[in-house]
Structures are given as structure tokens and as C-alpha cells.
């Protein structure tokens, strides 16, 4: 599977919409991008995926560019509650999940 | 639905000792796997299963042993536990690996070796 490239740390303010980046340049035709979040070291938590198009749900939107080498993870209105490590993970169906070191996001009041 | 379950919640061990951590769930998923995860680190993948009777190593598999004879279960035993295996694992299970589907995790056990 593709390596991803996400920053380290972001802060975002309360209410604001919060965009996580993620490069993955060496992404293939039949991979996906997952995201997942953990919060304070509970169990990780699934959140979107998407192939190629930009796909929304109840908790976030993922904009995955034209030619698929990078995306963005959409929070629309951070809450405190979204305060939480966040993976983007690159994956071909049927293999595994491979987590990196993920994006540590602090929402403020 | 309980979803993934794992026990126990914590654990102390001396090194040396064995134990086995337990995972279940009740969503009838095919595919089931281990991480642990060590303090300021990402997830990395110990073992994993595709189906009852089948299982493969991961990334870290050194020091532990898994099997599945259940589609329900799939325990990690740790045969001679080193203060290196001290860690938070995680379980997980999703319907397919073939299908793009979404894992579910277990709210982990975190194991300390003295």
C-alpha cells in the first residue's frame, strides 16, 4: 500500500471547520483512502473512505483531488470532542491497515 | 451489539509469565486482527485472521501466537511476556477484506511487564 504524509499537530478553533491534509502521491488506481481517528487512546474510529470521488457522512467530507495524490479530511464544525489523533490511511481492498503516525489535532474553545 | 470486545481492560505481568488477551465479536465478521500500540506511536499489526482456521503475521509478531477456531473469537496469547511487550493492543474485526469496509476496534488492554 501507498505511504501517506500528514503533519504532526494542528490546532483548530472551536466551531470552525477543520481541514486535515494528507499527501499520498504514490497512490494506486485500485487504493483507497481511509480515515480514522482515535480518541484519547481509546480504540480508533472509523470515519470515511473514498476511491476517487468526494464522498460526505455524518461526520466529515473527504476531497480527494483529480489525480488522487493527495486529500482532505473535512470537519465541518470542530467540536472539543474532536480533539483526537487522526489517520490517513492508504489501503487496496484486501489488504491490511497500515497506520502511520497520524495528525494530533487540539480543538479550542 | 457489544461490537468488538476485549478483556481485560488492564493487565500487570511479570516478565516471563504467559496470558492470553481475549477478543470477541458479534457482528459475524470475517476478518479479525491484533495491534498493539506503544506510548506516542501509531497501531502496528501483530496478527491477523480472514476467516475461522486461517491465520497470518503481521508486522510485530514475535513473542505471540494467535489462532481462530471460532468466527466469533480470536485470542492473542502472549507465550513469555517481556517488559517490551509492555503496550496498549487493540482488536479489531471488519466484515471483508475484499470488500472496502470499515474496521470496528475494541477499547483495548493495556499490558505492563515488570
Known amino acids: 500500500d501507498a505511504k501517506t504524509t500528514q503533519p504532526p499537530s494542528m490546532d483548530c478553533a472551536e466551531g470552525r471547520a477543520a481541514n486535515l491534509p494528507c499527501n499520498h502521491s504514490t497512490i494506486s488506481g485500485n487504493e483507497y483512502v481511509y480515515w480514522y481517528r482515535q480518541i484519547h487512546s481509546q480504540g480508533p474510529q472509523y470515519i470515511i473512505h473514498?476511491?476517487?470521488n468526494n464522498e460526505t457522512n455524518e461526520m466529515a467530507s473527504l476531497i480527494i483531488t483529480e489525480d488522487r495524490k493527495s486529500s482532505t479530511l473535512i470537519l465541518p464544525h470542530a467540536t472539543l470532542r474532536d480533539t483526537a489523533v487522526y489517520y490517513c490511511i492508504v489501503r487496496a481492498a484486501g489488504n491490511k491497515l497500515t497506520f502511520g503516525g497520524g495528525t494530533r489535532v487540539l480543538v479550542k474553545p | 451489539n457489544a461490537g468488538v470486545t476485549q478483556t481485560p481492560k488492564f493487565q500487570v505481568l511479570k516478565t516471563g509469565q504467559s496470558m492470553t488477551l481475549q477478543c470477541a465479536q458479534d457482528m459475524n465478521h470475517e476478518y479479525m486482527s491484533w495491534y498493539r500500540q506503544d506510548p506516542g506511536m501509531g497501531l502496528r499489526l501483530i496478527h491477523y485472521s480472514v476467516g475461522a482456521g486461517i491465520t497470518d503475521q503481521g508486522e510485530v509478531p514475535n513473542g505471540y501466537n494467535v489462532s481462530r477456531s471460532t468466527t466469533e473469537d480470536f485470542p492473542l496469547r502472549l507465550l513469555s511476556a517481556a517488559p517490551s511487550q509492555t503496550s496498549v493492543y487493540f482488536c479489531?474485526?471488519?466484515?471483508?477484506?475484499?470488500?472496502?469496509?470499515?474496521?470496528?476496534f475494541g477499547q483495548g488492554t493495556r499490558l505492563t511487564v515488570v
Open positions: 479489531a474485526s471488519s466484515y471483508s477484506t475484499v470488500l472496502t469496509t470499515e474496521a470496528f
Open positions: 473514498g476511491l476517487k
